[in-house]
T-cell receptor
């Protein structure tokens, strides 16, 4: 059972370009979370998705950022018109969580985005 | 909303020293608690977790943590650290509200072990 797979591992974009980050959850997991880690800071929650549904996007910036988790394929975090401040490590986690049960989230290796 | 505080930003210890990293959270309800470790350039790995039951939790690599509900704390301990424990350690909380699935992380503690 492969772990949470994120690609690319490293992504370099010029200011104004779009960044697309992909996350394939562990097999059997239908819940995906995206977190951002800025230099010298902890992880900050961005968005929580289930298949075809955004459950909680309270941590997403209001503009330029969007996320999806389609019925087929990986979850995508999209950042439009990137700026230098978007440079960070973006981590995806997945869990099989059913509501009311105690489960843990498994993290991918992250995508390190550098905006130049 | 819940929050997590890790007061030790950077801890430096010699090998074989004992370790205790503090973690306090603010949330009045039922919580799940986690400690994750991030080795340089790697992803987060789960060290240990508390869901319910015995408040003293044992994890991998000789780590343990104690949940003290009255103090809202979940401190991480290891009796004798090794050089390979050099990493960043994150405490995280999941408040068990229906529909609230996200983890709230502390800012992390960087642990440096001197050989």
């Amino acid at each position: 059972n492969a772990g949470v797979m994120q690609n690319p591992r490293h992504l370099v974009r010029r200011r104004g370009q779009e960044a697309r980050l992909r996350c394939s959850p562990m097999k059997g997991h239908s819940h995906v979370y995206w977190y951002r880690q800025l230099p010298e800071e902890g992880l900050k929650f961005m968005v929580y998705l289930q298949k075809e549904n955004i459950i909680d996007e309270s941590g997403m910036p209001k503009e330029r950022f969007s996320a999806e988790f389609p019925k087929e394929g990986p979850s995508i975090l999209r950042i439009q018109q990137v700026v230098r401040g978007d440079s960070a490590a973006y981590f995806c986690a997945s869990s099989p969580r059913d509501r009311g049960s105690n489960t843990e989230a498994f993290f991918g290796q992250g995508t390190r985005l550098t905006v130049v | 909303a819940q929050s997590v505080s890790q007061h030790n930003h950077h801890v430096i210890l010699s090998e074989a020293a004992s370790l205790e990293l503090g973690c306090n959270y603010s949330y009045g309800g039922t919580v799940n608690l986690f400690w994750y470790v991030q080795y340089p350039g790697q992803h987060l790995q789960l060290l240990l977790k508390y869901f319910s039951g015995d408040p003293l939790v044992k994890g991998i690599k000789g780590f343990e943590a104690e949940f003290i509900k009255s103090k809202f704390s979940f401190n991480l301990r290891k009796p004798s650290v090794q050089w390979s424990d050099t990493a960043e350690y994150f405490c995280a909380v999941n408040a068990l509200n229906f529909g609230n699935e996200k983890l709230t992380f502390g800012t992390g503690t960087r642990l440096t072990i001197i050989p």
